[in-house]
């Protein structure tokens, strides 16, 4: 495709006022049905922020080999779950996705080749949050993917170089779990209110000094942080999307933290906005 080509499918994407950043703990897919303080909070948050023009999504639940962009007009409602109740497979959001979006996000990366996907759609990661803040999905998303390959420095310079969707009415969210080992989950503790062993605790507060501070370099060095960053962090993709939102950060954004609480013992659900 010829640049000219290219720019003549991306002018609807045109300036506005700077759009925030968002990391969402998304937690269990549960929270897409019930109510709770978390379901509160991304209901909240919404209602802080304006309205974007189209929303691209960074989840946990979409892995690849190279870096993708969903790039259809429909993508499906993809309930990548099991054992849950049929209520919850029930659920579609039902939002329209953007080709030009996709081509926009793919023209600003240059470090890598990003192909166009015609196959994923939305997965829980993405959905089961932003159907909370939009429930009625008139808002367009495409997801990008991440590369299991790659270093966790490699996704943060990835991106920064999209840093310019801000500027164009995007919401950018990124949706994981700062805090994340379903094997040493307590099941047993599962409705018992704040519950966080120990080293999920200590993780989750040098995390957010680390945010607060803007001390990126940390975080992106997860794994030499130690025993407690280990536990909270055994594989990176519920983490990884964290890195993308802190990497859209400007000199001048605000940073503030909501839902931040733990859940059973080893996850924690909280949230982030910039900007």
Not at 133 to 154: G, T
Not at 158 to 166: H, V
Request: charge should be negative; aromatic fraction near 10%; include cysteine.
């Amino acid at each position: 495709m010829k640049l000219y080509e290219l720019n003549k499918m991306t002018q609807p994407l045109s300036n506005t006022a700077k759009m925030p950043v968002l990391f969402l703990g998304h937690g269990s897919p549960m929270n897409a049905i019930e109510e709770n303080e978390f379901v509160t909070g991304f209901r909240n948050i919404a209602k802080q922020i304006p309205k974007p023009n189209a929303i691209l999504c960074i989840s946990a639940h979409w892995e690849t080999k190279g870096t993708f962009v969903t790039a259809m007009e429909n993508p499906n409602t993809i309930h990548d779950f099991g054992g849950f109740p049929k209520e919850l497979f029930a659920v579609q959001y039902p939002a329209p996705g953007s080709p030009d979006l996709a081509l926009e996000t793919k023209s600003l990366i240059t470090t890598t080749e990003v192909g166009l996907d015609d196959k994923w759609g939305l997965d829980h990661g993405a959905w089961s949050v932003i159907k909370h803040l939009y429930p009625n999905a008139e808002i367009p998303v495409i997801q990008m993917s991440i590369d299991y390959s790659q270093s966790p420095q490699y996704h943060y310079e990835l991106a920064q170089q999209i840093k310019s969707l801000r500027h164009k009415g995007v919401l950018v969210i990124g949706s994981g779990n700062m805090v994340h080992n379903l094997r040493m989950l307590a099941w047993d503790k599962l409705n018992a209110p704040e519950f966080g062993f120990d080293w999920a605790i200590e993780a989750n507060e040098k995390m957010k000094k680390y945010i607060l501070d803007g001390d990126h370099k940390q975080l992106i060095n997860f794994r030499s942080q130690g025993k407690a960053f280990n536990l909270a962090i055994p594989t990176p993709e519920h983490y990884l999307p964290l890195l993308y939102s802190l990497a859209l950060k400007e000199e001048n954004d605000n940073i503030s933290l909501f839902n931040d609480k733990a859940v059973a013992g080893s996850l924690t659900m909280t949230s982030v906005k910039i900007g």
